[in-house]
Every structure is written in C-alpha cells, then in structure tokens.
C-alpha cells in the first residue's frame, strides 16, 4: 500500500519561501502521478501542483493561483517529491497534501482530487501579512 508523509510547513511572512517534501514509499514501479493539494477552512480541496511519470516520459503542471511561484520535483530515485513555495501571500495558507495514483495523468484531470487513491496527512502552511 503507498504510504505518503509530508513535512516542511510552518509559518512564514509574505513573500517568503517553504518547501514542503512528500516522502513516498510502497508505490509499484511503472506510471504515477503525484500531486500537490491545499485546503483552507471552508472551501473545497485544491490541486496545486502534479508531476507524472512513465517510462522515458515525465510531465507537469500547475494550478492558476500558483503557477510562476510554486515548483514541483522529485529526486532521482522517485522516493521524494518537493514542493517549492516561493513569494508566498496570505491566501497560500491552507493544510496541504501530497497524492497518488498509480496512473500518468495530465491536464485538468492531474489537479482533480477526486482521481488520486492515496493521501497523505497533510502539513500546515501559514503566511501572514
């Protein structure tokens, strides 16, 4: 069974940096997606960032409300994925997640919550103003 932890929330002042790791374990060789998802208190789960995988293929991609701030990556050995913040405003605070699948997604349906089969806990992100 895949099992997801992250770490590296906290608190930071806007325009500051986090990057939050995703370590991933138990997950078969072959495509994968892996997203980033945030949710705030009262409003619904967010896709954030994705990054999929298959043999010799690798995409990526980002929602409106972070692209050109967030970068998503993983290490070489595909155990790891980040999620680097930067220039981080007051409306990024929110728990966010890490997610899996064991299927190469891309587009819209990558950033859909409802796709992903495994979920992590959820790490505290909190910018203030």
């Known amino acids: 069974q895949v099992q997801l932890v992250e770490s590296g929330g906290g608190s930071v002042q806007g325009g500051g940096s986090l990057r939050l790791s995703c370590a991933v374990s138990?997950?078969?060789?072959?495509?994968?997606?892996l997203g980033w998802f945030r949710q705030a208190p009262g409003k619904e789960r967010e896709g954030v960032a994705f990054?999929?995988?298959?043999?010799?293929?690798?995409?990526?991609g980002y929602g409106d409300s972070v692209r050109g701030r967030f970068t998503i990556s993983q290490d070489t050995a595909g155990s790891t994925v980040y999620l680097q913040m930067n220039s981080l405003k007051p409306e990024d605070t929110a728990m966010y997640y890490c997610?899996?699948?064991?299927?190469?997604?891309?587009?819209?349906?990558?950033?859909?919550?409802?796709?992903?089969?495994?979920w992590g806990q959820g790490t505290q992100v909190t910018v203030s103003s």
């Open positions: 990054i999929s995988t298959r043999l010799g293929d690798s995409l990526s």
């Open positions: 138990g997950y078969a060789d072959g495509s994968r997606t």
């Open positions: 997610a899996h699948v064991g299927t190469f997604r891309g587009g819209s349906s990558a950033l859909d919550p409802g796709v992903y089969d495994n």
